[in-house]
């Protein structure tokens, strides 16, 4: 889903956004740098296959995803990341690694941490490496109905 029609699907929900352009940035933390925004308040999508189904889990940016809390949370089976080439072409027009944490828009089951929702707004990637997008929490969780669970876990600090 390139940019535009994330932005159409917005508006068409006459939902308020702000589109805010950096430099290319391939991390959630370069993308958190750029757009002087904090990491626990910059989500990033991790696609993951659950049960032979691909999902989206969505975390802030400062955290790393707890696979195994996330699968006994979603009652699932097994869990794991796939490698890339396993979900890039259900992403069309979207650069990979910099998909919107729209599953509803790609037919995915979409696992939010709960750290998220606790906040007033939602930032994230909308589809490439230089557009961040930002809006109400409240909005978002109306429109894309995730499943809020804990799977976020603090990254380990290299001594």
Same mark, same amino acid.
Request: with cysteine.
């Given at each position: 889903?390139?940019?535009?029609? /994330?932005?159409? !699907? /917005?508006? $068409?929900?006459?939902?308020?956004?702000?589109?805010?352009?950096?430099?290319?940035?391939?991390?959630?933390?370069?993308?958190?740098?750029?757009?002087?925004?904090?990491?626990?308040? %910059?989500?990033?999508?991790?696609?993951?296959?659950? &049960?032979?189904? @691909?999902?989206?889990?969505? %975390?802030?940016?400062?955290?790393?995803? &707890?696979?195994?809390?996330?699968?006994?949370?979603?009652?699932?089976?097994?869990?794991? /990341?796939?490698?890339?080439?396993?979900?890039?072409?259900?992403?069309?027009?979207?650069?990979?690694?910099?998909?919107?944490? !729209?599953?509803? /828009? !790609?037919?995915?089951?979409?696992?939010?941490?709960?750290?998220?929702?606790? &906040?007033?707004?939602?930032?994230?990637?909308?589809?490439?490496?230089?557009?961040?997008?930002? @809006?109400?929490?409240? &909005?978002?969780?109306? %429109?894309?109905?995730?499943? $809020? @669970?804990?799977?976020?876990? $603090?990254?380990?600090?290299? $001594?």
């Amino acid at each position: 889903m390139p940019v535009r029609q /994330l932005r159409e !699907f /917005l508006d $068409a929900n006459n939902i308020k956004y702000v589109t805010i352009s950096h430099s290319t940035a391939y991390t959630a933390q370069e993308v958190a740098s750029l757009t002087h925004t904090k990491g626990k308040y %910059l989500a990033k999508t991790v696609i993951i296959r659950m &049960d032979d189904a @691909l999902a989206m889990a969505v %975390l802030p940016a400062s955290f790393q995803i &707890d696979l195994e809390g996330l699968r006994k949370g979603a009652g699932a089976k097994k869990i794991e /990341l796939p490698g890339e080439a396993a979900f890039r072409a259900r992403f069309p027009g979207c650069e990979t690694g910099a998909m919107p944490p !729209f599953g509803n /828009l !790609f037919d995915m089951a979409v696992f939010v941490d709960e750290h998220l929702t606790k &906040d007033k707004e939602i930032s994230f990637s909308a589809g490439a490496h230089n557009e961040t997008m930002r @809006l109400s929490y409240e &909005d978002f969780n109306r %429109l894309v109905k995730p499943k $809020a @669970l804990r799977f976020a876990a $603090a990254r380990a600090h290299a $001594a």
